[in-house]
């Protein structure tokens, strides 16, 4: 069985030799078509491929070559030359090598294809149906029976209907089953031990089939189940590379969250980055605002303090006329009376002074008389000058305060424009190592994964071996037990055979004294009547 499979082109040609040579033998007894396309193919191995090979002189030598002569004697010879030729002609497309594969694959389904053949003589049929001289077929399918001359395919006993067998030196026998029934059959060869042995040997390639074909079924039951106590042993490593396999898996589950979590803060990062730097724009137009509004006050300030010098100015002249003409007043009244220098130009300042005099105070014995209308008016003054002064300081006190607020927003920002570029470098620089770092991390988990996965896988694979092997072990004892079983049944029957063997030999030999007692009779008898 194992042997069809081999494909080595030595073996192929020793098998094609061998097979060609028993074809041509006449063990194969094949039909008219079928050997028409066996000559075919044994022309195409032999000298290719050729559009017009009848032209050849070696055509009708090939024929005769490669046509059975017990087959070639069933049709005339134009016949067969046609038949060959149409199926050379179809073959033209196959190599020699094909040839050859496909001549042996014809033989090889052939009921009794790769038989090996050995003659023999009848000696007990039960059922009558072989002749006296038969040839015998052993192959992988069991025993097959032929007709010597001319050469017929008789009958076929398949591996599985034969119980028992043995041989001795001049004889073999075997116990089938023939349509349900168990017979004995008996021939007489001298080849009794060769076809015990191939008989043998195609019983055990059957054997091991049926155990292989067995293990691979419980194999897959054990797989399909799990229900095997197999599956449930698992090599010591197993459990730890399962776990390393989770832990793994576990870090790589955490490397992602950290590296999404990075990202999140990155993400944050940036949301406030955009709301200081849309905060900073919001300083810088409130600065703005704040200068012009100091500007407008400086203005103001300005304003008043002008509004002030003049008032000052004003209170100043008036305070230095009213000491002028007080001191005027209070001096010689006589000769402010009786001033000669009058005239018509000076008229009008005397007319000024007189009016200016009403509104000084009156002075009465050399004492200043109090004027509440003057007194009233320099209050006033006063008020409104300390009311102008005391707006100036807080108007001061303001232009101070938002020039510091202004230099500290602009000292802020000057901070802030620094700061960002410096701190939105270092940011980017630590994302991009931790980002490397992680990454760096992943590859490295990732390529542990990797190495403990196919650590698993092989360590399964193991597993699988181990279960496969315990089950090949399990089915190995139960297949031994059956041999055992087996081979007592088989003791017991060789002990029945010896016996049936040695009354038979008992009677043969037996038979063999009478017949040489009658033959001393004979010769007695014979000479007694020559005498008489």
Not at 95 to 117: C, E, H, K, M, T
Not at 373 to 398: G, S
Not at 434 to 462: H, I, Y
Not at 471 to 481: F, H, N, P, T, V
Request: hydrophobic share 35%; aromatic share 6%.
């Amino acid at each position: 069985e194992s042997d069809e499979a081999i494909t080595e082109p030595v073996y192929i040609l020793l098998s094609y030799i061998q097979s060609q040579h028993d074809y041509m033998l006449g063990n194969y007894p094949v039909g008219r078509d079928d050997s028409a396309q066996l000559a075919a193919l044994q022309i195409v191995a032999d000298i290719g491929a050729n559009d017009n090979p009848e032209t050849s002189t070696d055509w009708p030598v090939l024929l005769d070559r490669y046509l059975p002569k017990q087959v070639s004697i069933t049709r005339a010879r134009h016949d067969w030359e046609a038949d060959t030729l149409i199926r050379y002609r179809s073959l033209e497309h196959l190599s020699r090598d094909d040839a050859r594969q496909q001549f042996l694959r014809i033989l090889q389904f052939l009921p009794y294809g790769n038989s090996v053949f050995f003659s023999a003589r009848k000696i007990e049929d039960p059922i009558g149906l072989l002749p006296g001289r038969i040839i015998l077929g052993i192959n992988k399918r069991g025993v097959h029976f032929f007709r010597p001359v001319p050469k017929e395919y008789l009958h076929s006993a398949e591996l599985r209907d034969i119980m028992q067998f043995g041989s001795s030196n001049t004889a073999v026998f075997f116990k089938m089953r023939v349509a349900g029934v168990l017979h004995i059959f008996q021939f007489e060869t001298k080849q009794g031990e060769e076809i015990c042995v191939a008989l043998q040997t195609h019983i055990n390639d059957v054997m091991l089939r049926r155990y292989s074909r067995t293990r691979s079924v419980a194999n897959g039951v054990v797989q399909s189940t799990g229900d095997s106590t197999a599956m449930d042993v698992k090599p010591p490593g197993l459990e730890i590379y399962e776990r390393r396999a989770q832990e793994m898996s576990k870090l790589l589950e955490e490397a992602q969250q950290k590296m999404d979590q990075i990202s999140e803060d990155l993400r944050i990062r940036e949301k406030k980055e955009m709301e200081l730097c849309e905060e900073l724009e919001a300083l810088k137009d409130s600065s703005c605002a704040e200068h012009l509004a100091l500007s407008e006050l400086t203005q103001e300030r300005e304003r008043l303090q002008r509004r002030l010098e003049e008032k000052e100015l004003a209170l100043q002249v008036a305070l230095s006329e009213k000491s002028m003409f007080a001191s005027s007043l209070v001096g010689d009244k006589s000769q402010y009376g009786f001033l000669e220098m009058e005239n018509t130009a000076t008229k009008p300042t005397r007319g000024a002074i007189g009016r200016r005099e009403r509104d000084l105070p009156r002075i009465d014995n050399g004492r200043v008389m109090q004027n509440p209308a003057i007194d009233k008016q320099v209050k006033d003054l006063f008020d409104e000058l300390k009311l102008q002064t005391e707006e100036i300081r807080v108007m001061q006190e303001t232009a101070k305060k938002l020039s510091n607020d202004k230099q500290l927003l602009e000292q802020k920002f000057s901070r802030i424009e620094k700061k960002k570029p410096s701190e939105i470098q270092l940011l980017e620089k630590k994302f991009a190592e931790e980002q490397n770092m992680l990454k760096t991390r992943v590859v490295e988990l990732e390529k542990n994964l990797t190495e403990q996965t196919q650590e698993l896988t092989v360590a399964e694979s193991m597993l699988a071996l181990r279960a496969s092997e315990l089950g090949a072990l399990q089915g190995s004892i139960k297949e031994l037990d059956e041999l055992r079983e087996m081979k007592e049944d088989v003791e017991r029957k060789n002990v029945q055979t010896a016996s049936i063997i040695k009354k038979q030999a008992d009677q043969v030999a037996e038979l063999e004294i009478l017949y040489k007692e009658e033959q001393v009779l004979r010769k007695r008898y014979f000479n007694m009547m020559e005498d008489m």
